[in-house]
């Protein structure tokens, strides 16, 4: 019968397309790149490499010199005029919040730009000011070389797109690095109370 050989053919193509798409979507859980970004380093952390720093006051330090302790870490560019806007006041939310484990040295938030050749030292300090920085806890940085900044941007899955006003569109969250240099959790932004209660949670692990 026509009708219903159509009927199966059209039921195994379901069928097939179903077993397709769970595949490429890790069983229907990531139907972005970015989800899916996620949740490979919830479930496979990434180990982060070991890339020299420019801070805000001119020193100079490396990602392994964070070892130790859980940093909380944001890409921004300080000319943004928009998610960095955002990221800024989330991390100076975050000063307050996590006040104690910043003091105690347990735990670092660290704001790294992506565009180390406009971001000087004197630019990162002021990008903090603008966010009232309260001091110790934070720091702004640019990665001392294009490879460095490579080696970044693909361990933390960094997208960055220049845009046609000579700024650029990219990817925004915030990444929580716990104390053996790994990349363990890639969160959104916007929850500060959150954010701040599960990085306790796993201060106390």
Known sequence: MPILRTLLASLMLMVAGGFVLSAAT??????????????EVHEHPVAVPDVLLETASGAHIDMAGFRGKWLLVDFIYTRCPTYCVALGGEFAQLQDRLATPLAQGRLQLLSISFDPENDTPTELAAYQQRFRNRGPGWLA?????????????????????????????HNAAIHLVDPQGRLIEIVDMGNPDILAQDVVRSLDR
């Open 141 to 169: 940085a640019r990665p001392v070389t294009a490879q460095g900044l490579g080696q970044l941007k693909r361990a933390f899955g960094i997208t960055v797109i220049p845009d046609t006003f000579g700024g650029y569109i």
């Open 26 to 39: 890790d069983h229907f859980r990531a139907f972005t790149t970015e989800t899916a970004r996620r949740i």
